[in-house]
């Protein structure tokens, strides 16, 4: 996995019950594996010392990203894709104006002006490539 902190605090926010990095050697991941077989979390060390600081608020507010709900996440990757709010409503079963009010929500929160901002915002967070067609 990746040792970006805001991916350590995704993967944990979403559930992930243990974290290596990709680095990690196999006597780790296999204690990795035994621990949460046995329902015990396994964090390599760079992710404990992350959580550690966010529990003792050294690590700032969420930022980017791990301010918008999944849903609104989803939405913002199908705009920055090129998806029109008809598409991404058929997509995922909404009406077109759900999928605008989400647009919306999302894009005051990020302090996002239009579609063009949303699709260079996706970029520099690193959740669309500049190859990226969807």
Do not use: N
């Not at 909404?94 to 239009?114: H, N, Q």
């Amino acid at each position: 996995m990746s040792d970006q902190p805001r991916h350590v605090s995704e993967a944990l926010r979403y559930g992930a019950w243990g974290y290596l990095l990709k680095g990690s050697s196999s006597v780790e991941l296999l204690q990795a594996v035994d621990a949460v077989s046995q329902g015990r979390r396994y964090l390599c060390s760079q992710a404990a010392s992350f959580a550690a600081s966010m529990l003792t608020g050294e690590v700032g507010a969420p930022a980017g990203a791990d301010l918008l709900s999944p849903r609104e996440r989803q939405i913002l990757l199908l705009v920055a894709r090129g998806a029109s709010s008809a598409t991404i409503g058929e997509t995922l079963h909404l009406s077109p104006k759900t999928v605008d009010t989400y647009r919306s929500r999302l894009m005051a929160k990020l302090g996002l002006a239009d579609v063009p901002a949303i699709v260079r915002w996706a970029i520099r967070e690193g959740l669309l490539g500049l190859d990226d067609d969807g």
